[in-house]
Protein backbone atom coordinates (compact mmCIF):
# COMPACT_ATOMS: atom_id res chain seq x y z
CA UNK A 1 0.00 0.00 0.00
CA UNK A 2 1.15 3.47 -0.97
CA UNK A 3 0.66 6.67 1.15
CA UNK A 4 -2.56 8.62 0.01
CA UNK A 5 -3.69 11.83 0.95
CA UNK A 6 -5.87 12.64 3.88
CA UNK A 7 -9.65 12.64 2.59
CA UNK A 8 -11.18 15.82 2.00
CA UNK A 9 -11.76 18.37 4.30
CA UNK A 10 -9.43 17.37 6.57
CA UNK A 11 -5.80 18.57 4.94
CA UNK A 12 -4.58 18.94 8.42
CA UNK A 13 -3.83 15.36 8.65
CA UNK A 14 -1.83 15.47 5.16
CA UNK A 15 1.46 15.79 6.30
CA UNK A 16 0.70 13.14 9.11
CA UNK A 17 -0.67 10.61 6.00
CA UNK A 18 2.16 11.04 3.83
CA UNK A 19 5.14 11.56 6.71
CA UNK A 20 3.78 7.64 8.44
CA UNK A 21 2.88 6.19 5.22
CA UNK A 22 -1.39 5.92 6.11
CA UNK A 23 -3.87 4.81 3.92
CA UNK A 24 -7.72 5.91 4.94
CA UNK A 25 -9.70 3.23 6.82
CA UNK A 26 -12.99 4.79 7.02
CA UNK A 27 -14.96 7.97 7.12
CA UNK A 28 -13.17 10.44 9.31
CA UNK A 29 -15.07 12.81 11.61
CA UNK A 30 -14.54 15.84 13.84
CA UNK A 31 -15.16 16.65 17.34
CA UNK A 32 -14.79 20.43 18.74
CA UNK A 33 -11.51 19.83 19.75
CA UNK A 34 -10.19 17.02 17.14
CA UNK A 35 -10.24 15.63 13.12
CA UNK A 36 -9.75 12.37 14.01
CA UNK A 37 -9.29 9.44 10.79
CA UNK A 38 -9.19 5.74 11.02
CA UNK A 39 -6.61 4.77 8.66
CA UNK A 40 -4.18 1.57 7.73
CA UNK A 41 -0.32 2.03 8.12
CA UNK A 42 2.01 0.82 5.46
CA UNK A 43 2.04 -2.93 7.07
CA UNK A 44 -1.78 -2.81 6.66
CA UNK A 45 -2.34 -2.37 10.87
CA UNK A 46 -5.89 -0.39 11.73
CA UNK A 47 -4.29 2.62 13.83
CA UNK A 48 -6.38 6.31 14.31
CA UNK A 49 -5.40 9.22 13.34
CA UNK A 50 -5.42 12.33 15.75
CA UNK A 51 -5.18 15.85 15.43
CA UNK A 52 -5.55 18.47 18.03
CA UNK A 53 -7.13 21.44 17.09
CA UNK A 54 -7.11 23.56 20.70
CA UNK A 55 -4.26 23.29 23.47
CA UNK A 56 -5.80 21.32 25.71
CA UNK A 57 -6.34 18.34 22.86
CA UNK A 58 -2.14 19.05 21.77
CA UNK A 59 -1.74 18.41 26.28
CA UNK A 60 -3.70 15.37 26.20
CA UNK A 61 -1.72 14.54 23.00
CA UNK A 62 1.20 15.13 25.36
CA UNK A 63 -0.05 12.74 28.36
CA UNK A 64 -1.14 10.25 26.08
CA UNK A 65 2.64 10.06 24.99
CA UNK A 66 4.25 10.15 28.22
CA UNK A 67 0.99 7.50 29.87
CA UNK A 68 2.46 5.17 26.41
CA UNK A 69 5.96 5.33 27.46
CA UNK A 70 5.59 4.32 31.42
CA UNK A 71 2.64 1.63 30.46
CA UNK A 72 0.06 3.33 32.01
CA UNK A 73 -2.81 1.31 30.31
CA UNK A 74 -3.65 4.41 27.73
CA UNK A 75 -4.02 2.86 23.87
CA UNK A 76 -0.27 3.28 22.83
CA UNK A 77 1.32 5.97 20.66
CA UNK A 78 2.95 4.92 17.60
CA UNK A 79 3.87 7.89 16.31
CA UNK A 80 3.06 11.42 17.33
CA UNK A 81 4.39 15.44 16.60
CA UNK A 82 3.24 18.74 18.11
CA UNK A 83 -0.46 17.91 17.45
CA UNK A 84 -0.78 15.51 15.65
CA UNK A 85 -0.96 11.05 17.27
CA UNK A 86 -1.08 8.20 15.60
CA UNK A 87 -2.87 5.53 18.07
CA UNK A 88 -3.14 1.94 17.93
CA UNK A 89 -6.01 0.15 16.34
CA UNK A 90 -5.39 -2.96 17.50
CA UNK A 91 -7.62 -5.45 15.51
CA UNK A 92 -11.11 -3.46 15.73
CA UNK A 93 -12.55 -1.62 12.90
CA UNK A 94 -13.44 1.96 13.68
CA UNK A 95 -17.21 3.19 13.83
CA UNK A 96 -17.88 6.39 14.87
CA UNK A 97 -21.16 5.58 16.52
CA UNK A 98 -24.47 7.01 16.43
CA UNK A 99 -22.67 10.28 18.24
CA UNK A 100 -24.49 12.07 20.99
CA UNK A 101 -28.17 12.46 20.93
CA UNK A 102 -29.48 15.05 18.98
CA UNK A 103 -26.62 15.45 16.46
CA UNK A 104 -28.31 13.78 13.77
CA UNK A 105 -25.46 10.84 13.67
Not at 48 to 72: F, P, Q, T, Y
Amino acid sequence: MSAAAAPSGLSLLDSAFERWNLVPDGEPFATASSLLAPVRRGDGTPAMLKHALVAEERIGNRVMVWWGESDAGSAAVLEHDDATILLDGGSTSFDAGPGPAGSGR
